[in-house]
């Protein structure tokens, strides 16, 4: 019994991120469904409740839309183009430039497949488009996820590879907040956006580490 025990852990352990991945996959398809039945989901006003009831304020909303921006379209691809130019290996930063690529047509695709209109209600700023799931916090999530897993493979410091890594978190769950703050999405796109991306970004660093980073 102790020897199966064993066995199942070392196979949990061994397929973890593919675990991980099913798991984001599932929760992402349960939200997608109730989109598609056009269904307000009670997350969505209890979200939205718990942001404007203790967040909004006239000294946050200023605040709120900065962050908002590094989530940005304009913002990323300046990202991109530097760390292109600064980092040595070409090959990285090429696959750095191709996940925003990629994550945005990727956006762009579930959005247009669900068309799912943003609220009207609370809105701060103006945006266009469709809602679900959250271009700004999946697109986030890959961009800065993968900076992140980078920075976990090459930064050999521990104390600035956390430090890094905790502030590109924390910018990743500050910009899906702000979005939501900002009125212009509802708590499950934003929660789509980071499940279907993390998703993604399994299958996309896997594919790095094993076609550029342990070619090197």
């Not at 290996?89 to 047509?105: D, E, M, Q, R, Y």
């Not at 669900?114 to 609370?122: F, G, N």
């Not at 996820?145 to 910018?171: D, E, P, Q, R």
Request: with cysteine; proline share 2%.
């Amino acid at each position: 019994m102790e020897l199966n025990k064993a066995k199942i852990k070392n196979i949990i352990f061994k397929n973890f991120k593919w675990i991980i991945l099913f798991v984001c996959v599932i929760g992402f398809l349960s939200l997608a469904e109730d989109v598609f039945n056009k269904e307000i989901m009670k997350a969505d006003i209890i979200g939205y409740k718990l942001i404007s009831t203790y967040l909004i304020t006239d000294f946050i909303t200023p605040i709120a839309k900065i962050v908002t921006n590094f989530g940005g379209a304009i913002f990323l691809i300046m990202i991109a183009i530097i760390l292109l130019v600064v980092i040595k290996n070409k090959k990285i930063g090429i696959s750095i430039c191709a996940n925003l690529v990629i994550v945005t047509g990727l956006n762009l695709l579930l959005k247009n497949i669900l068309q799912r209109p943003r609220p009207t209600e609370y809105r701060l700023i103006n945006e266009s488009g469709y809602s679900f799931p959250s271009g700004h916090s999946m697109i986030s999530m890959a961009f800065y996820g993968f900076v992140i897993y980078l920075i976990y493979k090459y930064v050999k410091n521990k104390y600035i590879k956390w430090i890094i890594i905790t502030i590109l978190s924390i910018i990743i769950v500050s910009i899906g907040v702000s979005r939501i703050y900002l009125g212009v999405h509802y708590t499950s796109d934003v929660l789509a956006g980071f499940l279907i991306s993390i998703s993604y970004l399994i299958l996309y660093t896997s594919i790095v580490n094993k076609f550029i980073i342990e070619r090197e």
